[in-house]
């Protein structure tokens, strides 16, 4: 039987499979680049199911190669003896000028890199890592001030046009 050509999936569209959503809130997000992820198949077919959280997670550099630590990705349960271990260690695919700006960031003190989501892009895992600095409590506050102040501006401005 043969399969029809129009029944392949589309992989010209790229969607987000699991966001690190304390990331902007705990961080203020510096920079952030795209890179790819050394996978195995198993692994691929559970992020494709959603089954990846990356909230404990975050980068490092180590001997020139950048490392993602402490991303979960739960085990595939038809792939039987040929799984993967679901807290292992997994290598972000850069190129090196990218790499070097990663390890000048690592160097600096009170920065650090953060994985903010896994998405899929033309059929690939993707992951978007930032280069972060860490908020204080009282920059949260302020933070939070802020957007409840400007919501109230725009829905008086709302308001006011009606």
Same mark, same amino acid.
């Given at each position: 039987?043969?399969?029809n050509?129009?029944?392949?999936?589309?992989?010209?569209?790229?969607?987000?499979?699991c966001?690190?959503?304390?990331?902007?809130h705990?961080y203020e *997000?510096?920079?952030?680049? &795209?890179? %790819?992820?050394?996978? =195995?198949g198993? #692994?691929? +077919?559970?992020i494709?199911?959603?089954?990846i959280?990356?909230?404990d997670?975050y980068?490092?550099?180590?001997?020139?190669?950048v490392w993602?630590?402490?991303?979960d990705?739960?085990?595939?349960?038809?792939?039987?003896?040929?799984?993967?271990?679901?807290k292992r260690q997994?290598?972000? *695919?850069?190129?090196?000028? &990218?790499? %070097?700006?990663?390890e =000048?960031?690592c #160097?600096? +003190?009170?920065?650090?890199?953060?994985?903010?989501d896994?998405?899929?892009?033309r059929g690939?895992?993707?992951v978007t890592?930032?280069?972060?600095?860490?908020?204080?409590e009282?920059?949260k506050?302020?933070?939070?001030?802020k957007q409840?102040?400007?919501?109230?501006?725009?829905?008086?401005?709302?308001?006011?046009?009606?």
């Open positions: 039987m043969a399969k050509p129009e029944s392949k999936p589309d992989y010209s569209l790229s969607r987000v499979v966001r690190n959503r304390k990331a902007k705990e *997000l510096i920079e952030q680049l &795209e890179c %790819g992820i050394a996978l =195995r198993s #692994e691929v +077919k559970s494709r199911n959603n089954k959280a990356i909230e997670a980068v490092r550099v180590e001997n020139g190669e993602l630590i402490g991303a990705i739960a085990e595939y349960p038809q792939a039987t003896y040929l799984n993967h271990d679901p997994r290598k972000l *695919l850069l190129r090196r000028r &990218e790499m %070097g700006k990663f =000048r960031a #160097e600096q +003190k009170g920065l650090t890199l953060i994985p903010v896994v998405h899929l892009a690939f895992v993707k890592v930032a280069i972060a600095r860490g908020q204080k009282y920059d506050r302020d933070k939070i001030k409840a102040d400007q919501r109230e501006i725009s829905q008086a401005v709302r308001q006011a046009g009606r």
